[in-house]
């Protein structure tokens, strides 16, 4: 069984449209992230929650909206994407705060 | 600010070689440290961390990291590479100082390992 979750696994859109990324732990972890990924492998935060609550916010257009329904999942909502949006996408999730990480597979996004 | 750098882009080495992947950090206080490994077109995965103790931290696949406390380095070692583990690895630093739930991440180093 999978422990962290996301689909799609890929996703070619085109530049404007909206579009959204689920993810899914089951390893009754309390805390969830999303990273993103750029084309040079750099990772980079952008958000965190604990237990449903927004716990880091990076600087991030507010084009990007996650959202918690519950501890086990967060997903990422990205409206009137951009070229400069292509890139992988993490979900991860952590015990609690400042534990060890653990991530899913990625969500390769291609803005054209 | 909590920093950590991999001063090496790619690492080259012979499978049955000894291998060692550089990390040095810069924290305020007792540094929380991480490696990760990512294989082709998948998510990160825990090698091992550093949180107290013993300088020697013994992790998945045969890894080990040396904790350097003068140095600053957390170095990933191990003993003899296999090809298996050519892969891009990530070393990390959680941020005690301003929000201990975040974690910065190197640049990452490619392992090439050749049979």
């Known amino acids: 069984d999978t422990a962290v979750s996301q689909t799609p696994k890929y996703l070619v859109t085109q530049m404007g449209n909206d579009k959204s990324i689920k993810c899914e732990q089951n390893?009754?972890?309390?805390?969830m992230y999303w990273y993103k990924q750029d084309s040079k492998k750099f990772l980079k935060i952008m958000f965190s929650?604990?237990?449903?609550?927004?716990?880091i916010n990076e600087t991030v257009p507010n084009r990007f909206s996650p959202k918690s329904p519950d501890k086990a999942h967060l997903n990422l909502h990205i409206n009137s994407l951009e070229l400069g949006d292509s890139a992988v996408y993490f979900c991860?999730?952590?015990?609690?705060?400042?534990?060890?990480?653990?991530f899913g597979p990625g969500t390769r996004l291609l803005v054209l | 600010a909590q920093s950590v750098a991999q001063p090496e882009d790619q690492v080259n080495v012979a499978e049955g070689n000894p291998l060692t992947v550089k990390c040095t950090y810069s924290?305020?206080?007792?540094?929380?440290l991480f490696w990760y490994v990512q294989y082709p077109n998948r998510g990160l995965q825990f090698l091992l961390k550093?949180?107290?103790?013993?300088?020697l931290v013994k992790g998945s696949y045969g890894f080990e990291a040396e904790f350097n406390k003068s140095q600053t380095s957390f170095h990933l070692k191990k003993p003899s590479a296999l090809v298996s583990d050519s892969a891009l690895y990530f070393c990390?630093?959680?941020?005690?100082?301003?929000?201990?739930?975040?974690?910065?991440f190197g640049s990452g180093t490619k392992l090439n390992v050749k049979p």
């Open positions: 991860a999730s952590s015990r609690g705060l400042g534990e060890t990480q653990y």
């Open positions: 390893l009754g972890h309390d805390t």
């Open positions: 929650y604990n237990n449903k609550e927004l716990i």
């Open positions: 924290v305020s206080g007792n540094p929380y």
């Open positions: 550093y949180i107290t103790g013993d300088n």
């Open positions: 990390a630093v959680r941020d005690l100082l301003y929000n201990f739930n975040k974690f910065y």
